[in-house]
T-cell receptor
Framework: GQQVMQIPQYQHVQEGEDFTTYCNSS?????IQWYKQRPGGHPVFLIQ?????EVKKQKRLTFQFGEAKKNSSLHITATQTTDVGTYFC???????????FGQGTILTVHP | NAGVTQTPKFQVLKTGQSMTLQCAQD?????MYWYRQDPGMGLRLIYY???????DKGEVPNGYNVSRLNKREFSLRLESAAPSQTSVYFC??????????????FGAGSRLTVL
């Protein structure tokens, strides 16, 4: 898999505030995926981005892939307590799915 | 329910003991993986199997061995457990979705403590 850096490592927000996490790579990525892991749970696939400049939405979540395919972002509008967890953006590199995960961004939402 | 099943969910070992973590998937996926997760370290790949009959080292293979028993099962063995292997272990398998994405499906995790 290709290595990406994710920032911030931690984010605390009040419920209702927006939240954004960023993933950056020094090399062009073939694709990027996003996973969410709830506290005490396992990572769950959210979405994959493949095309340059791609934007995908899932309810309050907006995913973007940069024009140069070197960065990606996840934006959550009006956070809820159910958004709590760690968000990962592993990048692809093999045809069979091997992915390299970084530290992720740990999101805490205060009610 | 289709998915990845790993056992045991919890295990406490003494230093030097051995054990095997079992993993099975029923999604007919070719590829399977073992990750470990430690606080502040994210998920690190231990070993993977791109297809039945093949296994390869990941980022942190030392102290572990794996066996791809058949297409469904991929086990992780600790021959002589050390306190540094205290972690949460996740098994995963990957397969193509209708969207074209090669997606990882994770098991619920196995929490291992080595005293």
């Amino acid at each position: 898999g290709q290595q990406v850096m994710q920032i911030p490592q931690y984010q605390h927000v009040q419920e209702g505030e927006d939240f954004t996490t960023y993933c950056n790579s020094s090399t062009t990525l073939s694709n990027i995926q996003w996973y969410k892991q709830r506290p005490g749970g396992h990572p769950v696939f959210l979405i994959q981005l493949v095309k340059s400049g791609e934007v995908k939405k899932q309810k309050r979540l907006t995913f973007q892939f940069g024009e140069a395919k070197k960065n990606s972002s996840l934006h959550i509008t009006a956070t809820q307590t159910t958004d709590v967890g760690t968000y990962f953006c592993p990048a692809g590199g093999t045809s069979y799915g091997k992915l390299t995960f970084g530290q992720g961004t740990i999101l805490t939402v205060h009610p | 329910n289709a998915g990845v099943t790993q056992t045991p969910k919890f295990q406490v070992l003494k230093t030097g003991q051995s054990m095997t973590l079992q993993c099975a998937q029923d999604m007919n996926h070719n590829s399977m993986y073992w990750y470990r997760q430690d606080p502040g370290m994210g998920l690190r790949l231990i070993y993977y199997s791109a297809s039945e009959g093949t296994t390869d080292k990941g980022e942190v293979p030392n102290g572990y061995n794996v066996s791809r028993l058949n297409k469904r099962e991929f086990s992780l063995r600790l021959e002589s457990a050390a306190p540094s292997q205290t972690s949460v272990y996740f098994c995963a398998s990957s397969g193509l979705q209708v969207s074209g994405a090669n997606v990882l499906t994770f098991g619920a995790g196995s929490r291992l403590t080595v005293l």
